[in-house]
């Protein structure tokens, strides 16, 4: 779906990477395309009525009339292109360059593919945005807030141009830096900060403004649910983007996280129940082959070895601690997060059992 936190591919890189994967046919409206296959379905007929799926820029998405297929832009280069995540294919699409429109904070509801086929596409969309949502079993809530008060998405101009450059020196990766899910704010709250969104399917969840200036101090914005507000200690920034990678890694900020392939982060002051439980069904859900936690290495290494505990607590396969030395992810050569990850010393449910138990004790 189109919403805040994905790209806007633009047309003229949408119907190049098209015309590369199967047969395209040009359409009137100039919003939109028909192609002859379904990436999803597999829907793929010969002969006079072959273009039967449409791909719509505007609205960012692709329906196939075959079989009622509903994908956002990204998550057809995901599957067209073969790319095992989302972050794959935000990756691919970077390459481009120009290939994404800023909507600087503008989010048009996607709509249906053609209006006339309204009602339908509604129930579709509602079915599968209440499989996005029901992440946690028997969660009734839907948490989403708005976007921070003067958010802004628009590189261009002063203080887009000054947020990018301190997004740049903090090694912020540049298909990140144009995915629609960081920003920065000029008003309000957030001012001053450099912020990163977290989503959970379409709904804005979570929002970490970071202070560009050494004199102010982060700031964080989550939603209210039934009067109060969601602790922070429930969501985890960037997890859907990984969804099916080989590895994920979880860190401990979202600067690290961006600095490692497969990196997600858990916010609050240590790992709660309902961050593992949502790690531990993406990764069994998904098929991520383990889980590798990458903590800063100054701090007390029990608040890792609880995360990692807390992860195999809910049923998560193959988590590991990765003890990193010399700094955190962010603060390390690129190469080094990844080659600890790659020879770690194995989780097994008796030592993580155990390093919890000392963190219980220390608690105490
Ligand atoms: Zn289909």
Same mark, same amino acid.
């Given at each position: 779906?189109?919403?805040?936190?994905?790209?806007?591919?633009?047309?003229?890189?949408?119907?190049?990477?098209?015309?590369?994967?199967?047969?395209?046919?040009? $359409?009137?409206?100039?919003?939109?395309?028909?192609?002859?296959?379904?990436?999803?379905?597999?829907?793929?007929?010969?002969?006079?009525?072959?273009?039967?799926?449409?791909?719509?820029?505007?609205?960012?998405?692709?329906?196939?009339?075959?079989?009622?297929?509903?994908?956002?832009?990204?998550?057809?280069?995901?599957?067209? /292109? /073969?790319?095992?995540?989302?972050? /794959?294919?935000?990756?691919?699409?970077?390459?481009?360059? %120009?290939?994404?429109?800023?909507?600087?904070?503008?989010?048009?509801?996607?709509?249906?593919?053609?209006?006339?086929?309204?009602?339908?596409?509604?129930?579709?969309?509602?079915?599968?945005?209440?499989?996005?949502?029901?992440?946690?079993?028997?969660?009734?809530?839907?948490?989403?807030? $708005?976007?921070?008060?003067?958010?802004?998405?628009?590189?261009?101009?002063?203080?887009?141009?000054?947020?990018?450059?301190?997004?740049?020196?903090?090694?912020?990766?540049?298909?990140?830096?144009?995915?629609?899910?960081?920003?920065?704010?000029?008003?309000?709250?957030?001012?001053?900060?450099?912020?990163?969104?977290?989503?959970? /399917?379409?709904?804005?969840?979570?929002?970490?403004?970071?202070?560009?200036? $050494?004199?102010?101090?982060?700031?964080?914005?989550?939603?209210?649910?039934?009067?109060? %507000?969601?602790?922070?200690?429930?969501?985890?920034?960037?997890?859907?983007?990984?969804?099916?990678?080989?590895?994920?890694?979880?860190?401990?900020?979202?600067?690290?996280?961006?600095?490692?392939?497969?990196?997600?982060?858990?916010?609050?002051?240590?790992?709660?129940?309902?961050?593992?439980?949502?790690?531990?069904?993406?990764?069994?859900?998904?098929?991520?082959?383990?889980?590798?936690?990458?903590?800063?290495?100054?701090?007390?290494?029990?608040?890792?070895?609880?995360?990692?505990?807390?992860?195999?607590?809910?049923?998560?396969?193959?988590?590991?601690?990765?003890?990193?030395?010399?700094?955190?992810?962010?603060?390390?050569?690129?190469?080094?997060?990844?080659?600890?990850?790659?020879?770690?010393?194995?989780?097994?449910?008796?030592?993580?059992?155990?390093?919890?138990? $000392?963190?219980?004790?220390?608690?105490?």
């Amino acid at each position: 779906m189109s919403g805040p936190g994905r790209f806007r591919v633009r047309s003229d890189v949408m119907i190049r990477f098209l015309r590369d994967h199967c047969r395209v046919q040009a $359409d009137t409206s100039g919003h939109q395309v028909r192609i002859n296959v379904c990436p999803v379905c597999g829907d793929a007929p010969t002969g006079g009525k072959a273009f039967r799926h449409v791909v719509n820029f505007r609205k960012q998405i692709f329906f196939c009339y075959r079989n009622d297929c509903l994908v956002d832009l990204v998550e057809l280069v995901r599957l067209m /292109g /073969g790319h095992r995540t989302m972050a /794959g294919a935000m990756q691919y699409l970077a390459s481009f360059g %120009e290939a994404f429109d800023l909507t600087g904070g503008e989010h048009p509801d996607p709509g249906s593919p053609d209006d006339e086929e309204g009602p339908v596409l509604r129930r579709i969309r509602e079915k599968l945005h209440a499989a996005s949502v029901g992440m946690v079993p028997g969660q009734a809530e839907e948490p989403e807030m $708005d976007l921070p008060e003067s958010f802004s998405a628009d590189w261009s101009g002063k203080h887009g141009r000054a947020a990018l450059s301190y997004a740049r020196r903090r090694n912020v990766p540049e298909w990140f830096v144009h995915s629609g899910r960081i920003g920065y704010c000029t008003a309000g709250e957030m001012r001053g900060r450099l912020v990163f969104l977290t989503f959970e /399917g379409e709904r804005l969840v979570y929002a970490v403004g970071r202070a560009m200036s $050494d004199r102010q101090s982060p700031k964080y914005l989550f939603p209210e649910v039934g009067g109060g %507000e969601l602790g922070k200690s429930r969501f985890v920034f960037n997890l859907d983007l990984w969804a099916g990678c080989s590895r994920l890694l979880v860190c401990e900020g979202t600067i690290s996280a961006l600095a490692v392939e497969g990196g997600v982060c858990v916010f609050g002051h240590r790992m709660g129940p309902q961050q593992a439980a949502k790690i531990a069904r993406t990764v069994r859900e998904t098929g991520i082959g383990e889980v590798v936690t990458l903590f800063d290495p100054d701090l007390d290494p029990r608040k890792e070895a609880h995360a990692a505990s807390m992860l195999t607590a809910q049923g998560c396969p193959n988590v590991r601690l990765g003890l990193l030395s010399g700094g955190d992810p962010a603060e390390v050569p690129h190469e080094v997060p990844t080659a600890v990850a790659g020879s770690l010393q194995s989780g097994d449910r008796l030592s993580l059992l155990r390093a919890r138990v $000392d963190w219980i004790g220390k608690k105490k």
